[in-house]
């Protein structure tokens, strides 16, 4: 089945600093993979998705990148807010299996110091 | 918040007692889901399902069983709680008509002692 490796852990910028998060996943069917972010206390919620038919997604400030031959897809999150500070989470999903479930990484700790 | 609440919003309960979660919804979605968040491991999936009395296994399922009577309604029952069972709940639906995007609420922490 799917896996999605998701790094760094723990991300630490400050504020005006972009930050850049890595997912790996194992499925080549995989053609969907959403971002999520998580404040304390909350549900994820999502904030960006990307689907294999295009590389790159922008959306004001956070951008998302697929390279679907490296099976690798990335969150770039440009001049850093306090307010960015969260979890984040990648997930990719298969919507030929399965009934096309979502696989989520493990998450990264992200903290924009003032 | 895709008109998902969640209830308890808490719960402390004692190791081999019953639980029940609750994840009610307005938005008439087909799919709901049930996901564990534990440290270290992210969300996983424990139940989901995909129309009033179906369902189907996730990748955690041992020790939970799930009911979808209504549209509206899935629930999470903890036959007999354990301590291993301490973790934060999401309820997740799921958009249909292309996008298919799926949307949490705003979780239950289960405590069981």
């Known amino acids: 089945g799917e896996n999605v490796e998701q790094h760094p852990s723990t991300l630490s910028v400050q504020e005006g600093d972009s930050a850049v998060i890595k997912c790996t996943y194992s499925?080549?069917?995989?053609?969907?993979f959403p971002w999520y972010k998580q404040e304390l206390g909350k549900g994820p919620q999502l904030i960006i998705d990307?689907?294999?038919?295009?590389g790159e997604k922008k959306d004001q400030r956070i951008a998302v990148t697929l390279n679907k031959t490296a099976k690798h897809f990335s969150l770039h999150i440009t001049e850093t807010q306090p307010e960015d500070s969260a979890v984040y989470f990648c997930?990719?999903?298969?919507?030929?299996?399965?009934?096309?479930?979502?696989?989520f990484g493990k998450g990264t700790k992200l903290s924009v110091k003032p | 918040d895709a008109g998902i609440t969640q209830s308890p919003r808490h719960k402390v309960t004692e190791t081999g007692t019953p639980v029940t979660l609750r994840c009610h919804q307005t938005?008439?979605?087909?799919?709901m889901y049930w996901y564990r968040q534990d440290p270290g491991h992210g969300l996983r999936l424990i139940h989901y399902?995909?129309?009033?009395?179906?369902?189907d296994k996730g990748e955690v399922s041992d020790g939970y069983s799930v009911s979808r009577s209504k549209t509206e309604d899935f629930l999470l029952t903890l036959e007999s709680a354990t301590s291993s069972q301490t973790s934060v709940y999401f309820c997740?639906?799921?958009?249909?008509?292309?996008?298919?995007?799926?949307?949490f609420g705003p979780g239950t922490r289960l405590t069981v002692l």
């Open positions: 997930a990719a999903k298969n919507y030929g299996g399965s009934q096309g479930n979502l696989i």
């Open positions: 499925d080549s069917a995989s053609n969907y």
């Open positions: 990307i689907r294999s038919n295009v």
């Open positions: 938005e008439n979605h087909r799919y």
């Open positions: 399902s995909y129309g009033v009395k179906d369902t």
């Open positions: 997740a639906v799921r958009t249909s008509g292309g996008l298919n995007e799926q949307f």
